[in-house]
């Protein structure tokens, strides 16, 4: 027989989590990573480039590539068509910066490879800091209006069903 601690324990790990808390959370943690930017591009602009702040710039770069291009997925491909049902284009705004904020930070990465194959010029490292900061602007402002806007919204109009339907499939996206 299965241990009663056990089986709570199985029970909260199998659990469907707030589709909404779960995309805070993500929110949380990419505004940590845009802190770890800022930080690292005013060291750029106080010191001159350096190698410590490349590496803090680099480490935020992996985490916005990497899981926050899912997180991004998530909203494009599962929450916002649920909105959507009810008001059409009410996230075309949304979608429209998550496509400058990605094309922003393609121009970043190409800026990043170029330091790393060491072709990095003077006006190439000011394009990066420059995107970069264009980056935690338009960022910053995005996942703050999806905080207090859109995802209340996302409370207000799904019905029971299709928030448990969401919840479903925000899990399963997380796998
Ligand atoms: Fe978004
Ligand atoms: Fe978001």
């Given at each position: 027989?299965?241990?009663?601690?056990?089986?709570?324990?199985?029970?909260?790990?199998?659990?469907?989590?707030?589709?909404?808390?779960?995309?805070?959370?993500?929110?949380?943690?990419?505004?940590?990573?845009?802190?770890?930017?800022?930080q690292a591009v005013s060291s750029?602009?106080?010191?001159?480039?350096?190698?410590?702040?490349?590496?803090?710039?680099?480490?935020?770069?992996?985490?916005?590539?990497?899981?926050?291009?899912?997180?991004?997925?998530?909203?494009?491909?599962?929450?916002?068509?649920?909105?959507?049902?009810?008001?059409?284009?009410?996230?075309g705004e949304y979608r429209n910066?998550?496509?400058?904020?990605?094309?922003?930070?393609?121009?970043?990465?190409?800026?990043?490879?170029?330091?790393?194959?060491?072709?990095?010029?003077?006006?190439?490292?000011?394009?990066?800091?420059?995107?970069?900061?264009?980056?935690?602007?338009?960022?910053?402002?995005?996942?703050?209006?999806?905080?207090?806007?859109?995802?209340?919204q996302t409370k207000n109009m799904?019905?029971?069903?299709?928030?448990?339907?969401?919840?479903?499939?925000?899990?399963?996206?997380?796998?």
């Amino acid at each position: 027989m299965t241990p009663m601690v056990e089986r709570v324990s199985n029970y909260q790990a199998e659990s469907v989590r707030d589709p909404i808390s779960v995309l805070m959370e993500e929110h949380r943690q990419a505004f940590e990573h845009l802190m770890k930017l800022e930080q690292a591009v005013s060291s750029m602009d106080e010191q001159g480039f350096n190698r410590a702040a490349f590496e803090n710039l680099a480490e935020a770069i992996r985490f916005f590539d990497s899981d926050f291009r899912l997180h991004d997925r998530k909203e494009e491909q599962i929450l916002f068509p649920f909105l959507e049902r009810y008001k059409p284009g009410i996230t075309g705004e949304y979608r429209n910066e998550h496509r400058e904020l990605w094309s922003a930070f393609n121009t970043l990465l190409s800026c990043v490879h170029d330091v790393e194959d060491g072709r990095l010029r003077g006006t190439s490292r000011h394009e990066l800091t420059e995107t970069a900061k264009k980056i935690i602007r338009l960022l910053r402002g995005h996942m703050m209006n999806e905080n207090t806007y859109l995802f209340v919204q996302t409370k207000n109009m799904l019905s029971d069903a299709e928030y448990t339907d969401l919840s479903e499939k925000i899990a399963a996206a997380a796998k």
